[in-house]
C-alpha cells in the first residue's frame, strides 16, 4: 500500500479529498432530531427521514466522477511510469549491447592495434637498421667531403692570402707613387707660388719704389721750398734726415741722422721738414705705409 502511495501520490490525494466532501454533505443531510419513546404495546411507525434523491444522485455522480478521475489519473501514471520504465530498460538495453558493441569493437581495435603495432615495431626496426647504414655510408662520405672541403679550403685561402698581400703591395706601390706624386706636383705648386709671390713682391717692390722715389722727390722739393740757408752757409751741404708722418702728412719729427758737419745746416733741415708739413702723401695704403717713417736726403741747391 505505501509503494502504491509513494508512486501515486497526487491519487490518493484527490481521493482523500474526494470521501471527505462525501462525509461533509452526508452529515449535513441526517437529521438528528431525538426520537419520542413508545409505550408497551403500541404500534411502532416507521419514521425515515426522506434524503432528498437528487442531492444523492448529485453526491452519487460526483463520487463516481471522482473515482473516475483518481483511476484516469493513476491510470494516466501508471501508464506513464510504465512507459518510462520501458523507455529506461530500453535505453539500458542499448546501452547494453553499446557497451558489448563498444568492447567487441575495442578488442577489434586492440587487436588490430596489436598487429599494427607489430608490424611498425618490425618496420621501425627495418628503418633503423637501413637507417644506421645509411648514416654510417653518409658519415664515411661526408668526412671524405670534409676532408676534400678542408684542403679545398686551404687552397683557396693559400691563393687568397697571396692576392691579397699581392693587392696589398700593388696598392702600397701606388701609393707611393701617388704620394710621390701629390709631392712633387705640391712641391711644384709651392714652388710656382713662391715663384709668383716673389715675382709679385718684386714687382710691388718695384712698384713701391717708383712711388718712394716719385713722392721723395716731392718731398723734398716741398721741404727745400720751406727751406731757410743759414747766414754764412756754404754750398754743397748734405745731410740725412729721419722722418715720422701721422696720417694725413702731419710731421711727428724729422731728425739728422748723418750730419753735413755743420750743425747749424742739420738744424736749418730739421726745421724745413717740419714747415714743409704736411707732406705730400700716396693715396695707396700700400705705398703710403712706407711713409710713415723713412729717410731722404736733404741735398739743397
Not at 416507521?46 to 466522477?65: G, P, T, Y
Not at 523507455?87 to 586492440?110: F, G, I, N, P, T
Not at 711644384?188 to 719704389?209: F, H, N, T, Y
Not at 707732406?279 to 700700400?286: E, R
Amino acid at each position: 500500500m505505501w509503494q502504491a502511495i509513494r508512486e501515486n501520490p497526487r491519487a490518493v490525494v484527490y481521493a482523500v479529498l474526494m470521501h471527505l466532501v462525501l462525509l461533509a454533505l452526508l452529515m449535513f443531510s441526517l437529521d438528528w432530531t431525538p426520537k419520542t419513546s413508545r409505550t408497551a404495546g403500541e404500534s411502532r411507525p416507521i419514521q425515515a427521514e426522506l434524503i432528498d434523491q437528487r442531492r444523492l444522485e448529485v453526491i452519487e455522480q460526483r463520487k463516481r466522477q471522482a473515482e473516475q478521475e483518481t483511476r484516469q489519473q493513476a491510470e494516466a501514471e501508471r501508464k506513464q511510469k510504465a512507459e518510462q520504465a520501458a523507455k529506461q530498460q530500453a535505453e539500458a538495453e542499448r546501452k547494453r549491447k553499446a557497451e558489448q558493441a563498444a568492447k567487441q569493437q575495442a578488442e577489434a581495435e586492440r587487436k588490430q592495434k596489436a598487429e599494427q603495432a607489430a608490424k611498425q615495431q618490425a618496420e621501425a626496426e627495418r628503418k633503423q637498421k637501413a637507417e644506421q647504414a645509411a648514416k654510417q655510408q653518409a658519415e664515411a662520405e661526408r668526412k671524405q667531403k670534409a676532408e676534400q672541403a678542408a684542403k679545398q679550403q686551404a687552397e683557396a685561402e693559400r691563393k687568397r692570402k697571396a692576392e691579397q698581400a699581392a693587392k696589398q703591395k700593388a696598392e702600397a706601390e701606388r701609393k707611393r707613387k701617388a704620394e710621390q706624386a701629390a709631392k712633387q706636383k705640391a712641391e711644384a705648386e709651392a714652388a710656382l707660388q713662391a715663384q709668383i709671390a716673389a715675382e709679385q713682391a718684386l714687382m710691388e717692390e718695384r712698384r713701391v719704389q717708383s712711388a718712394l722715389g716719385e713722392y721723395i722727390g716731392y718731398i723734398a722739393e716741398k721741404v727745400e721750398r720751406n727751406w731757410l740757408r743759414p747766414a754764412g752757409s756754404p754750398r754743397g751741404l748734405r745731410c740725412k734726415v729721419n722722418v715720422k708722418v701721422i696720417p694725413g702728412g702731419d710731421v711727428a719729427s724729422a731728425t739728422v741722422i748723418e750730419s753735413s758737419g755743420d750743425p747749424v745746416f742739420d738744424r736749418s733741415a730739421e726745421n724745413a721738414v717740419l714747415r714743409a708739413a704736411p707732406l705730400p702723401m700716396p693715396k695707396d695704403p700700400a705705398i703710403a705705409r712706407h711713409f710713415r717713417d723713412f729717410n731722404f736726403n736733404f741735398e739743397p741747391f
